[in-house]
Nanobody, 126 residues
């Protein structure tokens, strides 16, 4: 088991950028796939991006492709979500999640991620 703590959220105007961090504690972080999910008020939580054990193995939701970049630094036990060209519809509570059983297919389903952080709020104003 690992513990996850998100940071980096805040308020920004449309077109701006933010970088979210997901810091992990515990052993064997490099064995975990880590994903970002978000939940807007009144909506279900949705997939944003995920990175596998190999930092080059990534997957994005169509809504953020080309604007968001997920990366990981295993030495720092941290996964980042660089968010550029932010839109008001990106406003949500952003969660990171991790699972060490995701091996051959990067999952976009929240049900496949066992460990979750508490979330960090991102608000984009028009």
């Amino acid at each position: 088991q690992i513990q996850l703590v998100e940071s980096g959220g805040g308020s920004v105007q449309a077109g701006g950028s933010l970088r979210l961090s997901c810091a992990a504690s515990g052993w064997s972080f490099s064995y975990y796939a880590v994903g970002w999910f978000r939940q807007a008020p009144g909506k279900e939580r949705e997939f944003v991006a995920t990175v596998g054990r190999n930092a080059g193995w990534t997957k994005y939701a169509d809504s953020v492709k080309g604007r968001f970049t997920i990366s990981r630094d295993n030495d720092k036990k941290t996964v980042y979500l660089q968010m550029n060209s932010l839109k008001p519809e990106d406003t949500a509570l952003y969660y990171c999640a991790a699972d060490r059983t995701i091996l051959t297919v990067l999952s976009i389903s929240q049900d496949d991620y066992e460990n979750w952080g508490q979330g960090t709020q991102v608000t984009v104003s028009s």
